[in-house]
């Protein structure tokens, strides 16, 4: 039995995780004091990270550190090395990386996108679970996350919360992969 697997992402209501040029503005005004809309503790069920490498540099080129204290993951086709002990730049079969991690029990797989790493995940019925933070803007154009613009069919949606700022996460179960 494989790790399951989480992507948690934030999207425009338009269905865009950034503008034009890799740029995440339209996400600043929904940081604010007191409120992490539960990303502390869903960090704390995961253990491991896998993320694409425009993702991964975008958030060191932010000048963030980028989850130094977990297993991360970085899909590349380019042969990047790192001294790091728990940073791999990989280039492997999606599904035989996911079934060689090996997690505590009830730790999770932390899917972190971006978009092309999304369809990779999603292509192969990898994803079982969006949780997904929809901010009210309206980008017209940028990465775009799903192709026809709305979470596959066979998400059925388990809870939705609403805060203050006017954020609204959702949080979809992937019915075809219930017995995972
Ligand atoms: N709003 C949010 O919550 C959120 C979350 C995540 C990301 N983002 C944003 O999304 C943007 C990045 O998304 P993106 O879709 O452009 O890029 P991405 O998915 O982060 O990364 C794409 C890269 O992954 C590698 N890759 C893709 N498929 C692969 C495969 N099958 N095997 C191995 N490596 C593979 C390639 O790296 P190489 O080019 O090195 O070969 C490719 O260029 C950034 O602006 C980021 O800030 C937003």
């Known amino acids: 039995m494989r790790p399951k697997i989480i992507l948690y992402i934030a999207m425009s209501k338009d269905g865009y995780i950034a503008s034009e040029n890799d740029n995440l503005d ?5 940081h604010i004091p007191n409120e992490d809309y539960g990303y502390t503790a869903f960090m704390e069920r995961v253990g ?7 993702t991964y540099d975008k958030v060191l080129n932010m000048g963030f550190p980028y989850h130094e204290n977990k297993m991360v993951y970085v899909l590349t086709r380019d042969n990047k090395r790192t001294e ?5 730049f990989i ?6 990386l996911i079934h060689s991690i090996q997690l505590e029990k009830d730790e999770v797989i932390y899917c972190d996108g971006g978009a092309e790493i999304a369809h990779v995940f999603l292509k192969e019925n990898l994803i079982d679970e969006i949780i997904i933070s929809i901010v009210p803007e309206v980008l ?7 192709r026809n613009g709305e979470i596959p069919s066979n998400f059925k949606l388990e809870a939705k919360l609403e805060f203050s700022s006017g954020l609204i996460q959702y949080h979809f179960l992937n019915e075809y992969n219930q017995t995972v």
């Not at 339209?26 to 929904?30: A, E, G």
């Open 26 to 30: 339209f996400l600043n005004k929904y």
């Open 48 to 54: 491991c990270v896998i993320v694409g490498r425009r």
């Open 84 to 88: 790091k002990m728990n940073l791999i």
């Open 91 to 96: 280039n492997q079969d999606i599904k035989s």
């Open 140 to 146: 017209r154009s940028g990465t775009e996350l799903f």
